[in-house]
């Protein structure tokens, strides 16, 4: 079994790379709140994954936003760098924070506290930085978009019902009705998308990785623009796919967020407190990649 | 025993059958082709269609089961129910967990055991699903079909960061076995289904062919109708029915083979017409020959009366002399012409020799029969001819032979009668008519005629002839290799002479067979005799009737190329009478049989035309100088002046001179002084069946000897 040994890199040397993505206009993005002054944190040490543009830019703006020095270490130069030492990089006695699922495998075999940035386990094993916004703001500005859609409908796994739950109660306060379906697994979920059909008018898909895969999510955009369904996601690429509205966090506001929690320890949770809102313009505008993009304060 | 490679022939073939045959076999088997191909593709069509929805429902079923694996789901129970329900086709559904354990089963069919999957099949499904090939399959228990699929479920890995992915290619998933699915088909349904179909298609294509082999058969038949109709008058035309006319068709094609037919038909009525008139009429005078005249007779029958006037013309030798044959030919149109103008319709008018005429009376009396005879013979007298200068009165002498009912003789033997009258008529001086008078003594000559007639058909028949050779001396050399073939008709122990029998095998016209006899039986003889005598030389008489037939020739030739014999062995004799009165058609055969190196003699030489213009124009080598000249040759100064003259005339021309009826020394040395070539007579040999085969005997002994010498 290979060992792999983590880089640790200097806040100077760390250069994110240039994002993919050409970083969308924000128009109205008020400056970041001030981190508030506390006593002295320790040093924090944030795990990443190269392979993801957006978290390597959450790093880089944690190196620049944050007052205590960030140890940034790159996953996959690990192994590249040091193959053969038996030594970690990691530093159980500083903080932690992992970007990403691959970070939070890698960091749950050496130390039990840490915070999960973006991550989509259903339960957080601790401090964690959910990625769905606030329930009652997406319903607000679903509403907005959709003011006919009145019913909506989601497939989960089984360890996903609590977060559901809580999106069914919130729903039912601004007059929305939501329904959810348990399945086992992708097949499953297949059948109970198809099965919700007939008694929604739009569906949250919400990033079930244990149901959800590739073939999956096209199946179920493709079936529900048979259908007249309305569509949400909470990645940029979904809209591309065809999804009518996508909530996505723009990688400064996600560092902030981190940032915060990590000032204020006591809190269960970070939230993130802005989200670009992506919408097409239409459906059938979706294969030219014409959008129509808003950010809005998740808090507001 | 018949032989055996003799073949049958078989009996022609309907056309119209044949082609009805061809297109039955061509509909039959583009029937049976078509009900292949619908069998086969209803069977492609209905397996593919089972696939297609067994593909389907494996997919389905793979969706509709994986709640099975987490939680007693009762919509999906309900869902499988609702599938088993809806498919009659499948007998059951089956899942099973990753170790092949029984899970959930939905079955229409009572008791259905639920085992655990077997390993095989297990492995089967696992590795089918893997590669993508497809389910798994299991026939052997038809009409049931099992189909089987792993199921796999589908989740995001672990490590895969879903909220930084930023293409679907950055979700990386995970597969898991869930467990299997199997399904029960009930194929029999399928099997009903195309044989139902393939039955109803079949039935179509049968209908349908049989429908176009009906209309077809009946289009042909229609078509061909026209050919048709064309058997009934070609089968009549080829049994000899001229009279047909084939009716001319709306068909183009067929018309122009009606016309065809009709034109062909036509011609072959005129052929056949002209034949007839060829073979049953006297080319020069357009009246009946001898052949077709006495067929008339025939057919009329011994219930007719009437009269036989036989006609012959006085002195008409003159009339050759003076005109040539080809002038004496047109006089004879004349006095044919005159006959006919003489005679009455219904009188059967013939020319049956060179200057002889038969005319037939019937139902005249005896008195009138003498009128209408005295009637020509004054026209002939009293009203000249004339032809290229010259006027001829040209009588006639008439014998006239009265028939009456049932009379016992035939046709052949009431012309003799009329013939004998003639010349008891020219006897009595010429130009006058005499009237056959039927007395014992003449039935008794007509009645051994009769049985000459049937003796000689005998001795025909039972080989009663045979030759016997006289020698004819080369006088020069008195050497002897050239011998004459006589006939005689041998009865017991006696020899009959020729002219015994001759007369009466003209009258009854054998002479051709016995003709035929005489060459083929000395060809025989003379093949055998030439291995001692090698250039022994046979002389064979001809008759003027068998010199005359067209195939005589080619007789001749077949008989020699039979036996292997030279055709310069043979020498053939005829008369100066028969070569003479039948010129043209002589010329042609002797010149015909000298081309292939056959000679000729002319026998008699000097007792009849004796005329050296056609004897310079006959290719003959020898000239037989008649007996009467030689018998009183040492007596009479005129012969020896007659028979010097001849020889001179030969000598001149090329030929050779034979000298018959050499009876004594005396005839033998002055015919030697006088230069003839060849001696024949008793005083050289009489007519013997020995002679030849004992100059063979002494050949060989002196071959012996020589041998012996040697």
């Excluded at chain 1, 606030?134 to 989960?156: E, L, M, T």
């Excluded at chain 2, 399904?183 to 399928?190: A, C, E, H, N, V």
């Excluded at chain 2, 005129?270 to 020959?289: E, F, M, P, V, W």
């Amino acid at each position: 079994m290979p060992v792999t040994t983590p880089v640790i890199l200097e806040r100077e040397t760390v250069v994110p790379p240039t994002p993919v993505r050409p970083k969308a206009p924000k128009p109205d993005k008020p400056e970041p709140d001030p981190v508030e002054e506390t006593e002295k944190t320790s040093p924090v040490t944030v795990i990443v994954s190269n392979q993801s543009p957006l978290l390597m830019q959450v790093a880089a703006s944690m190196i620049t936003r944050s007052p205590d020095p960030v140890t940034i270490i790159e996953l996959e130069k690990t192994v590249a760098a040091n193959s053969s030492s038996q030594l970690d990089p990691f530093d159980t006695n500083q903080l932690a924070v992992a970007l990403g699922e691959r970070s939070t495998e890698w960091l749950k075999g050496r130390t039990s506290d840490f915070i999960e940035v973006l991550t989509s386990a259903a339960q957080p094993s601790g401090r964690h930085i959910p990625a769905l916004p606030d329930p009652a703001w997406q319903f607000d500005i679903w509403s907005q978009h959709f003011p006919d859609a009145r019913r909506i409908g989601a497939v989960i796994s089984e360890a996903y019902v609590p977060q559901v739950q809580a999106l069914a109660i919130e729903a039912e306060k601004t007059g929305l009705h939501f329904i959810y379906r348990v399945a086992a697994n992708d097949q499953a979920a297949q059948v109970e998308f198809r099965r919700l059909t007939p008694e929604v008018d739009g569906l949250f898909l919400l990033p079930d990785p244990a149901i959800f895969n590739p073939g999956l999510i096209t199946d179920v955009i493709e079936h529900s623009h048979r259908n007249g369904l309305r569509l949400l996601a909470y990645n940029g690429f979904m809209q591309s796919l065809g999804v009518d509205l996508v909530f996505t966090a723009e990688p400064e506001d996600v560092a902030d967020a981190v940032l915060e929690l990590i000032n204020h320890p006591d809190r269960e949770a970070g939230r993130i407190k802005r989200f670009t809102v992506t919408t097409p313009v239409s459906r059938q505008s979706v294969s030219r990649q014409s959008v129509s993009r808003q950010v809005v304060r998740a808090d507001e | 025993m018949s032989n055996l490679f003799e073949v049958t022939p078989s009996p022609p073939r309907s056309l119209v059958r044949d082609m009805l045959l061809v297109q039955l076999v061509f509909a039959a088997a583009v029937g049976l082709i078509a009900l292949a191909s619908v069998w086969g593709i209803s069977k492609w069509v209905v397996r593919d269609n089972a696939e297609r929805w067994s593909s389907r429902w494996m997919a389905e079923l793979t969706s509709l089961g994986a709640g099975l694996y987490l939680q007693d789901d009762a919509t999906t129970v309900i869902a499988l129910r609702g599938y088993l329900d809806r498919y009659e086709e499948l007998l059951y559904i089956r899942y099973y967990d990753p170790s092949g354990q029984p899970v959930y089963v939905e079955s229409r069919l009572e008791d259905l055991p639920f085992p655990p999957l077997g390993v095989r099949p297990l492995k089967d499904m696992e590795t089918l699903s893997k590669s993508g090939e497809g389910a798994w399959r299991d026939e052997r228990q038809s009409p049931l079909v099992r189909m089987g699929q792993a199921l796999y479920t589908e989740s995001l890995s672990r490590k895969t960061d879903i909220y930084a992915a930023q293409s679907l290619d950055d979700l990386k998933t995970r597969k898991r076995l869930a467990g299997y699915v199997e399904i029960g088909l009930d194929y029999s349904r399928y099997n009903a289904d195309l044989a139902k179909g393939a039955m109803v298609g079949s039935a179509a294509i049968i209908a349908a062919f049989l429908l176009l082999a009906l209309f077809g058969g009946a289009a042909i038949r229609r078509g061909l109708a026209p050919l048709s109709a064309l058997e009934t008058p070609l089968k009549k035309l080829a049994q000899g029915e001229l009279d047909v006319h084939v009716p001319v068709s709306t068909h183009h094609e067929i018309e122009t083979i009606a016309e065809a037919i009709n034109a062909a038909a036509t011609a072959i009525r005129d052929r056949d017409q002209h034949l007839r008139k060829l073979a049953s009429y006297d080319q020069l005078t357009g009246l009946a020959n001898r052949r077709y005249f006495l067929e008339r007779l025939e057919q009329l029958g011994s219930q007719n009366t009437g009269a036989m006037l036989f006609i012959d013309l006085d002195q008409f030798k003159y009339v050759n002399d003076t005109l040539g044959h080809r002038g004496g030919d047109l006089i004879l149109s004349q006095v044919a012409e005159r006959l006919r103008n003489a005679t009455r319709p219904g009188d059967l008018i013939a020319r049956v020799g060179g200057d002889e005429f038969v005319i037939f009376l019937p139902n005249v009396e005896r008195r009138r029969a003498q009128q209408l005879g005295q009637q020509v013979v004054n026209d002939l007298k009293e009203y000249p001819l004339s032809q290229d200068g010259h006027t001829f009165n040209v009588g006639c002498s008439i014998g006239i032979a009265m028939i009456e009912r049932n009379n016992p003789f035939t046709s052949t033997e009431i012309v003799s009668q009329a013939d004998l009258a003639c010349r008891q008529a020219k006897i009595d001086g010429r130009n006058r008519l005499c009237i056959y008078e039927l007395i014992d003594d003449d039935l008794t000559q007509v009645q051994n005629d009769l049985q000459w007639q049937q003796r000689l058909k005998t001795a025909l028949r039972s080989n009663h002839f045979e030759l016997h050779y006289q020698p004819i001396q080369h006088v020069a050399t008195g050497v002897t290799q050239h011998f004459e073939a006589l006939i005689r008709l041998r009865d017991g122990d006696r020899l009959i002479f020729p002219d015994a029998f001759l007369s009466a095998a003209r009258r009854f016209a054998l002479m051709t067979e016995i003709d035929q006899w005489v060459i083929a039986t000395a060809i025989a003889e003379l093949a055998v005799w030439r291995r001692d005598l090698p250039d022994l030389k046979i002389g064979i008489n001809l008759t003027g009737s068998t010199f005359i037939e067209s195939g005589f020739s080619d007789f001749v030739l077949r008989e020699l190329d039979k036996h292997g014999v030279p055709a310069d062995s043979i020498i053939f004799e005829i008369t100066e009478q028969v070569a003479i009165s039948s010129f043209s058609d002589a010329v042609p055969q002797i010149k015909a049989l000298v081309d292939q190196g056959c000679e000729f003699a002319v026998d008699d030489f000097g007792t009849g035309y004796s005329s050296l213009s056609y004897l310079k124009r006959l290719p003959v080598r020898y000239i037989k100088i008649d007996g009467v000249f030689i018998r009183k040759l040492v007596e009479s100064e005129v012969d020896q002046t007659i028979v010097k003259a001849i020889v001179d005339i030969a000598r001149i021309m090329g030929k050779e001179t034979i000298a018959e009826f050499v009876g004594d020394e005396a005839t033998a040395e002055l015919i030697k002084r006088i230069g003839i070539d060849y001696a024949q007579g008793f005083h050289i040999g009489k007519p013997a069946r020995d002679h030849v085969p004992l100059a063979c005997q002494a050949a060989r002994s002196v071959h012996a000897a020589r041998t012996a010498q040697a």
